[in-house]
């Protein structure tokens, strides 16, 4: 088969979506659509300048013999805000209340479109850190995690609160859970991470901290080291904050059950314009 | 901004890709690139045939008033079949051997470009059937789930072992673990599901189909009704088997730890073309 222009920057567009920040060389799709080199060059070319022009990704050319392109997803800013503001909306409805002041979320999290968006966010966000694995804790983490992975290219590594003879060898650490300060435990399969790897940590939800510092003595654990850390609600408190370099989306401040209300924010995300380098996080 | 026909290519195959399953009208992306209605049909049919050329996908026109364009994601069948060997050839590896005959599948259910491959291809095999919401008991089950919930634009509801304060009030239903023939427990927050939805069931692994029973037991407690059933890994066994109507990726036949050989065949979706139809599925 033959391909025309129009049918390569279709079907090329589909390939690079599918595969972000994997380097593709060019001869692999002069191969697939049987074109010259040139003229891959100049379908990459108009693929470029339209992700970038409408901020939906970058795509980087390596040059050299071993060199390619490489898609890397982005999200404009004004749709981050479009996300946040959405998230907002979403979680400041009265019927989330539960009783003792939390909130019902797990509809979002159930979301694919919407956890697809969050997870091209922060994967924008920490596009430019080297990032091995995502971690989470199970349940409620893994969307998030999954979806950020899936646009990093990285694998998703899921510890878990009690080990599972489908895991085999597992490391385990206890932890102080932040605002109760009760002593848990989590636990990680020794074969889910080889050492050295540099880790995204994720979680739904950040009150104290206390979840996310046991994730990260698990890192140490495995003698791995955190890239970052990324939640999508941190919530106020009174008290000591157990984790300082994160990025946030949305920021809950008060819960009044009483009233009903709901007092949201937008997260660090904005102060720090998503853009959280090497430097600010190796604490 | 003026668009030109290969700059909306590349945008509209982009925001096909990330709105499945969703109905486009015309007149948004006529707005959106500011073309003539024309322009934009062109385009679309440029964008089909390439689409369907390479199996990646339907685009189906939905004609009049309230019509507009749909894709609809689909995996060719050698892509299928490609995928199911992939799979077969990294399960059989005699280092995923656990005590008592499990396999360790955790780095996979992981690996995201793996999860969506495969939640394209039950994606595709359930497109035609009318599908409300993808369920799934924690933990392992949700990174497929989520894959195939992408790809159809449904939620995803998640099935407990436990009720958790953040998930509200919770209907709880006692099951048979298959194999051990132990009673156990699974919960689901209330607020999850409204009764008359579709459902389609799905999990990385099933023996004797006690999990999935019970998840079918829910169903009933919500009034909701089963749209179908995807396994990533079916595995054979002496004695009855509860579920009989599902779609699985690979089958496991036998694991014997003490000559270190699985041995894995492709699961029952080739048999069945991946083309499960509403009459087949509402046992």
């Keep these: 088969m033959k391909w025309k222009r129009s049918e390569r920057l279709v079907d090329m567009t589909q390939y690079l979506m599918e595969h972000p920040h994997k380097l593709?060389?060019?001869?692999?799709?002069?191969?697939?659509?049987?074109?010259?080199?040139?003229?891959?060059?100049?379908?990459?070319t108009i693929v470029k300048e339209t992700f970038e022009a409408r901020?939906?990704?970058?795509?980087?050319?390596?040059?050299?013999?071993?060199?390619?392109?490489?898609?890397i997803p982005t999200v404009a800013e004004e749709d981050v805000l479009e996300i946040a503001e959405?998230?907002?909306?979403?979680?400041?409805?009265?019927?989330?209340?539960?009783?003792?002041g939390y909130l019902y979320?797990?509809?979002?999290?159930?979301?694919?479109s919407l956890m697809n968006k969050i997870g091209k966010v922060f994967a924008s966000a920490f596009a430019n850190s080297k990032i091995d694995a995502i971690m989470t804790v199970a349940?409620?983490?893994?969307?998030?995690?999954?979806?950020?992975?899936?646009?990093?290219?990285?694998?998703?590594?899921?510890?878990?609160?009690?080990?599972?003879v489908t895991?085999?060898?597992?490391?385990?650490i206890n932890y102080v859970s932040g605002s109760a300060r009760r002593i848990q435990t989590m636990v990680l399969s020794k074969r889910s991470m080889e050492k050295g790897r540099r880790v995204l940590?994720?979680?739904?939800?950040?009150?104290?901290?206390?979840?996310?510092?046991?994730?990260?003595?698990?890192l140490e654990e495995f003698n791995c080291e955190l890239a970052g850390i990324a939640v999508l609600v941190e919530a106020e408190h009174q008290g000591e904050q157990l984790v300082d370099d994160y990025l946030s989306l949305v920021k809950l401040h008060e819960v009044n059950e009483k009233d009903g209300t709901i007092a949201l924010t937008q997260g660090n995300y904005f102060e720090k314009g998503g853009k959280l380098n090497e430097s600010s996080i190796n604490n």
Excluded at 61 to 68: D, E, I, Q, Y
Excluded at 105 to 112: E, Q, W
Aim: no cysteine.
């Design 55 to 71: 901020g939906r990704g970058l795509l980087v050319t390596v040059p050299g013999a071993a060199g390619g392109v490489k898609f």
């Design 86 to 100: 959405d998230l907002m909306t979403q979680l400041s409805k009265v019927d989330r209340l539960l009783p003792g």
């Design 201 to 218: 940590i994720t979680d739904d939800f950040m009150k104290v901290g206390g979840t996310i510092n046991g994730m990260k003595s698990l």
């Design 139 to 164: 349940t409620k983490g893994i969307p998030i995690a999954h979806a950020i992975a899936r646009h990093l290219n990285v694998p998703v590594v899921i510890v878990r609160r009690d080990s599972k």
């Design 24 to 44: 593709i060389p060019l001869t692999f799709f002069a191969n697939l659509y049987q074109s010259a080199k040139s003229s891959i060059s100049e379908d990459l």
């Design 167 to 172: 895991e085999g060898p597992t490391v385990s």
């Design 105 to 112: 979320m797990t509809d979002l999290l159930g979301n694919p």
